[in-house]
């Protein structure tokens, strides 16, 4: 299973706002410019040149585009590549549970019923709301006509962003995320975006994140997962990793998947505490991430909203630092 980021962007600055995640934490503020890593394992998505392959410098990641700020952030559309995203449950009802279906269709018109396995998964599904409060990342299932389903409930009404990050098992296909909008009907409550801070809670832990995001150039994000004050070494493997990042520009949403620098069992990439991952923002702006961690059984979603631009914090260390948001549970 190979690491990598990919970059979609949808086009439309609306800043709609609804509720606020299941499990998502608070803020991040801007990072401090640190040196890339000498070696990752992570392969680039759209806005980024990395290549997918270590030892082949220059070769395109996914959508084969060149990294440098302004590069084409691919996904934006509903169509690419001959593959369209078909959602055929366009509007939800806030706070009710009903199943979302959709299916990848060729350019043939064909829902598509054969995909490439990536991080466990045949395809892998991101919600989010326009504000960037409300965020879930799910793994539906597919019938053999090649419709997708899954359960969701999302908590406040508004205008919602879906993504669909798949691989087609077609010889030669590049990975992709498509993106279309989603309704949801309910009295509508807007929201703020999370101010900046480097520090976030979530489910009684507490993870603290480091590093840069920059624009045009890869940097290093290390994040720091604690628990009652003591750092957790023993992150159990989530989809192939200790941690899965999403990273969300505020305005049109543009999508980035980035995966860790390293993976259990490579002899190397320790449980914990630190994730680290090396990404590339595609412009200047504020975003939102998005790790999801897995611990005694669980998986657990942090948030934090970041600045590509402003003051640099600290470098995050892997010893946890006394805060009256971390507890146990």
């Known amino acids: 299973m190979h690491a990598g980021l990919k970059i979609t962007a949808f086009a439309a600055a609306l800043a709609a706002t609804f509720g606020t995640a299941y499990g998502v934490g608070q803020g991040l503020g801007p990072v401090v410019d640190d040196e890339p890593p000498a070696r990752h394992d992570a392969h680039m998505g759209a806005a980024s040149g990395q290549s997918e392959h270590p030892g082949e410098p220059g070769r ?24 369209t995203l078909d959602l055929r449950t366009p509007r939800l009802t806030a706070g009710r549970t009903a199943d979302l279906r959709f299916a990848i269709r ?3 018109g064909r829902a598509v019923t054969a995909f490439r396995r990536e ?17 879930r990342h799910l793994h539906p299932t597919r019938a053999a006509d090649g419709t997708w389903s899954i359960p ?13 990050d798949f691989t087609p098992a077609k010889k030669g296909a590049e990975n992709l995320t498509l993106g279309t909008d989603l309704g949801v009907s309910g009295t509508y409550a807007p929201q703020n975006l999370p101010a900046p801070t480097t520090t976030t809670t979530t489910d009684g832990y507490e993870v603290r994140l480091g590093g840069a995001l920059r624009p045009g150039a890869a940097h290093e994000l290390k994040l720091a997962v604690s628990r ?3 750092p957790v070494t023993d992150l159990q493997p989530y989809l192939g990793a200790y941690g899965h990042l999403v990273a969300l520009r505020s305005g049109d949403l543009a999508y980035l998947h980035v995966h860790p620098n390293g993976e259990p069992g490579d002899g190397t990439t320790a449980a914990g505490p630190g994730i680290s991952f ?3 923002a595609p412009s ?10 897995k611990h005694d059984g669980k998986v657990h979603t942090a948030a934090f909203t970041v600045s590509t631009g402003g003051a640099a914090a600290a470098p995050v260390d892997e010893a946890p630092h006394e805060s009256s948001g971390a507890h146990g549970h």
């Open 278 to 280: 090396t990404a590339t």
């Open 284 to 293: 200047s702006g504020t975003y939102r991430l998005f790790l999801d961690f």
């Open 119 to 135: 991080h466990d998964k045949e395809l892998h599904l991101v919600v989010a709301s326009r504000d960037l409060n409300t965020y």
């Open 152 to 164: 969701v409930s999302l908590p406040r009404a508004g205008d919602y962003r879906v993504f669909a």
């Open 106 to 108: 060729g350019d043939d």
């Open 228 to 230: 009652g004050g003591r």
């Open 60 to 83: 395109p990641g996914h959508s084969g585009h060149s990294e440098h700020e302004g590069a084409p952030a691919g996904g934006l559309q509903i169509s690419e590549n001959g593959y």
